[in-house]
């Protein structure tokens, strides 16, 4: 049985789409209940509307406070029956009573090689600037610390002198499309578990994927990520 979940997004949603893509071939195990979003205008909602899922939108900024609206987006995820919340590019914390409701439940991405230029927007522009050798992207839980929940996967590219935030955050993107929606297949699968802050994926009899090129990603990509 595919695992019902649901994404939550504030933006342009290509991870929520790369997601979508992978359901509709066959390839992620997952039954998309629902996107949310809390930006009127946000991409992600015709990206939901064209594959035919289910959307909800409500504007944080007519609610009096971050729980009240987190109460709403809470009563709307428990609605759909959703048994993962993935957030794909979602721009506001979220509140403990939200992580109480989905414990351990929660996923995030996070452009960056964790817990290196973790807590902020910036994270490309500031490894850049900061002049590391490699960047990335980590897929981990959420926690209430931003950016600190126990790790499932990561991708690191190389990150030149040369680059600016386009053409860094071209790789990082390419990589995030691929190890997000392979994290929440392993999740489907059952085969995540985690102890303290060490995440374990259980190994599977199938092939790998093609190592992309230039990157490392660890654990290993399987085939059709």
Excluded at 35 to 54: L, T
Excluded at 192 to 220: F, I, M, N, T, Y
Aim: proline share 6%.
């Amino acid at each position: 049985m595919s695992l019902p979940i649901a994404i939550v997004a504030s933006g342009n949603g290509t991870n929520a789409q790369a997601m979508i893509d992978l359901m509709h071939k066959g390839i992620l195990d997952v039954d998309i209940r629902l996107i949310f979003c809390n930006r009127p205008n946000a991409r992600v909602i015709e990206r939901a509307k064209a594959a035919g899922i289910p959307w909800q939108m409500e504007d944080h900024k007519l609610y009096p406070t971050r729980e009240a609206f987190d109460a709403v987006m809470i009563d709307a995820l428990k609605k759909s029956g959703a048994e993962l919340v993935v957030l794909a590019g979602y721009m506001r914390l979220l509140t403990r009573s939200f992580l109480d409701a989905f414990k351990n439940r929660v996923v995030n991405i996070h452009p960056s090689l964790l817990p290196a230029f973790g807590g902020g927007v910036h994270a490309g522009p500031d490894a850049l600037a900061y002049g590391v050798k490699l960047s990335g992207c980590t897929v981990h839980f959420v926690e209430m610390e931003v950016d600190s929940g126990p790790i499932i996967i990561q991708a690191g590219v190389p990150c030149d002198a040369e680059d600016d935030e386009d053409s860094l955050m071209t790789r990082i993107h390419a990589l995030e499309h691929r190890i997000y929606p392979q994290a929440v297949q392993w999740i489907a699968e059952g085969r995540v578990s985690v102890e303290g802050r060490k995440v374990h994926v259980a190994k599977a009899d199938r092939p790998l994927a093609q190592k992309p090129c230039d990157s490392l990603v660890w654990p290993p990509l399987e085939e059709g990520f």
